[in-house]
Each structure stands twice: as structure tokens, then as C-alpha cells.
């Protein structure tokens, strides 16, 4: 009776006790197709998790997130938090002009966004500087943003986790494998250290969010579920850098994923069309619970996959 009333009267300090999330609504504002808006090479989503609200990731185009927002009737305005998944432009390529038009309306807006150590690192080219977002950190600085590193897994709210960089436990080489990258130790291969995710810690198992998984789903996965909690995995979202990949390799990964309890899958921007059905074959997934992800479409705890018109 007693919990019972705690949860009628004070909800927020229940999910606080049990660490555990309630509400957790996911919508798309970049990927590749659209349902809503217009597509892009980038990814971006809208996270609304237990009466507050995250950006992560902000496409490439600077203006695109701005108008799939305004075309889904989403205000980007109260929105403070800010992930940035990794380094690469098609991630971070609104965060500048996002914070700029934003903070017209709320001097807070978009204004914390949390990286993974490595973002800033140096990727020198031939071609001059190719880390994009150490490009603009001036910017968004002088525009009253504040990054903060994150080295390890961090807790952002109660039952939201933040993987900080993922180690690389099975050989996932799902990066471009031509980079360098100016590290403490060197100039050495680009993997894209400092690619994490979003975790959500619910009572149906746990939900991870991905913007490129550079650092591999199924690293990342093994590694939620060693930090978070050993729990089954109730959804996998975002985008999984799979389209390369010949079938063996993806059918590994379905076969990784279909270990741990897979139950919902969307795959956008460069998970790979063809990654996405064949993952649905081989993990035991169906047309409800696996779809390629689009603008507008997303996921919502309690009801599953919003596939949108274009993929349902």
C-alpha cells in the first residue's frame, strides 16, 4: 500500500528509488528516408525519458533537425542535453547552428553536450584537419555551450546510462579503415575510440540507442548489460554501421543479438536496408519488431516499434 502511494502521488521518486525507467518515447529527426520531413546522410533522435528530454546526435546538414523538428511538431527549444555519439560531421553538423537558433528562445537550450574521450583528438589528412567537430568547438563555446568528457560509464538519470567509450572485446571493425587519428600514444588507426550509446535501464530489459556503434552493437551490448545490468536486450535503435558487411558478418551479429533476447530492432541511417531484413531472419524478429528506421519513426516503451507509414 505503501508503494502504491509513493507511486500515485510522487512518481519521479519511485524511478529514482528503483532506478529503473517508466516512460521512454524515441523519435527520429535525421536518417537517410523520411516518413516526415526530409532525409539526410546523419542521424539524430529526440529522447523523451521519464518527464525529460535529450538530443542525440544532430545530423549533418545544419538546418535539418531544426525542420524534421518543426515538421513533426516537436520544440527543441527546452531541450539542454546533448549527446554527441562520436566525432564525424553526419553526427554533429547541427550542434553550432542548433545552439545558436535555440538559445533565442531559452538561453539553456542545447546548451550541455556530453562527448566521449577521443572526440577531440586529431584526425589529420593530406587534406588538411578531418575531425569536424574539433572544427567547431570554438563555436559552439563562443555560443555559450559547455562539453562534458565522459572517460567511463556514467548514470545521467535514473536508469539512463551513458557507455562512455566501449571497449572492443570481439573484432567489430565497423569503421572506415583508411583514418588516423592523433592519440596520447601516436598517430595510429582511426577506430573512433570515443563512439558510446545510450543505455535505458527498464523493467522489460534494457534499450540502447546508437548513432554509428563505430565501436560495434554487439561490443556495445556486452558491455551495457556487464555495467548496466544482465538483463535481455527489449530493443535496439539507432544506427549500427552494418551496411558494409558481407552476411557473414551480419549474420553473426543476428546471431549475437538473438543471444542476448533481442526483441525490437530499428536500423537507420547506416545500419544498411539489406542488414536490417536479414537480421530480422536470422534473430527471429518479424515485420512488428524489426523496420529500417525514417524520419518520424521511432520506438516507445509499453507499445514498442513506431514504424511510420513508410516501413510499417
Same mark, same amino acid.
Given at each position: 500500500?505503501?508503494? %502504491? ?14 532506478? #529503473?525507467? *517508466? ?11 523520411? !516518413?516526415?520531413?526530409?532525409? &539526410? ?5 529526440? /529522447? ?14 545544419? !538546418? ?10 516537436? !520544440?527543441?527549444?527546452?531541450? &539542454? ?15 553550432? $547552428? ?6 533565442? @528562445? ?5 546548451? #550541455?553536450?556530453?562527448? =566521449?574521450?577521443?572526440? $577531440? ?7 588538411? +584537419? ?5 572544427? +567547431? ?11 562534458? &568528457? ?9 536508469? /539512463?546510462? %551513458?557507455?562512455?567509450?566501449?571497449? *572492443? ?19 595510429? +588507426?582511426?577506430?573512433?575510440? &570515443? ?11 534494457? /534499450? ?8 560495434? /552493437?554487439?561490443?556495445? %551490448? ?12 527489449? @530493443? ?18 543476428? =546471431?549475437?543479438? *538473438? ?20 537480421? *530480422? ?28 507509414? %513508410?516501413? #510499417?
Amino acid at each position: 500500500m505503501k508503494r %502504491l502511494l509513493i507511486a500515485l502521488l510522487f512518481p519521479a521518486l519511485l524511478c529514482a528509488q528503483s532506478g #529503473r525507467v *517508466r516512460a521512454l518515447r524515441i523519435t527520429v529527426l535525421s536518417t537517410m528516408l523520411a !516518413d516526415a520531413g526530409i532525409g &539526410e546522410w546523419g542521424f539524430a533522435a529526440l /529522447v523523451e525519458v521519464d518527464g525529460r528530454r535529450i538530443l542525440f546526435d544532430t545530423g549533418h546538414a545544419p !538546418d535539418t533537425v531544426r525542420k524534421n523538428a518543426k515538421d513533426l511538431r516537436i !520544440d527543441l527549444a527546452g531541450i &539542454e542535453e546533448v549527446i554527441l555519439t562520436h566525432n564525424h560531421g553526419d553526427h554533429t553538423g547541427g550542434l553550432v $547552428f542548433l545552439r545558436q537558433e535555440m538559445r533565442k @528562445a531559452n538561453p539553456k537550450a542545447l546548451s #550541455r553536450a556530453h562527448i =566521449g574521450k577521443g572526440a $577531440f583528438y586529431s584526425r589529420p589528412s593530406g587534406q588538411g +584537419e578531418q575531425n569536424e567537430l574539433l572544427r +567547431e568547438k570554438q563555436a559552439y563555446e563562443t555560443a555559450g555551450g559547455v562539453f562534458v &568528457e565522459h572517460d567511463r560509464p556514467v548514470e545521467l538519470y535514473p536508469g /539512463v546510462w %551513458l557507455t562512455g567509450p566501449v571497449p *572492443r572485446k570481439y573484432p567489430e571493425r565497423n569503421w572506415s579503415t583508411t583514418g588516423k587519428v592523433k592519440t596520447p600514444d601516436g598517430l595510429v +588507426e582511426d577506430t573512433v575510440p &570515443e563512439d558510446m550509446s545510450l543505455v535505458f535501464d527498464t523493467d522489460q530489459g534494457l /534499450v540502447l540507442l546508437s548513432g554509428c556503434g563505430h565501436a560495434g /552493437v554487439i561490443n556495445t %551490448l556486452e558491455y551495457a548489460r556487464s555495467k548496466v545490468r544482465s538483463a535481455p536486450v527489449h @530493443a535496439a535503435l539507432g544506427g549500427f554501421h552494418l551496411f558494409p558487411l558481407d552476411d557473414a558478418g551480419v549474420d553473426w551479429t543476428a =546471431g549475437k543479438m *538473438r543471444e542476448m533476447g533481442l526483441q525490437n530492432l530499428l536500423g537507420a541511417h547506416c545500419t544498411g536496408i539489406e542488414a536490417v531484413y536479414r537480421i *530480422r531472419e536470422k534473430a527471429g524478429l518479424s515485420r512488428r519488431t524489426c523496420v529500417v528506421g525514417a524520419v518520424g519513426a521511432g520506438f516507445q516503451l509499453g507499445q514498442g516499434l513506431l514504424p511510420g507509414r %513508410l516501413a #510499417r
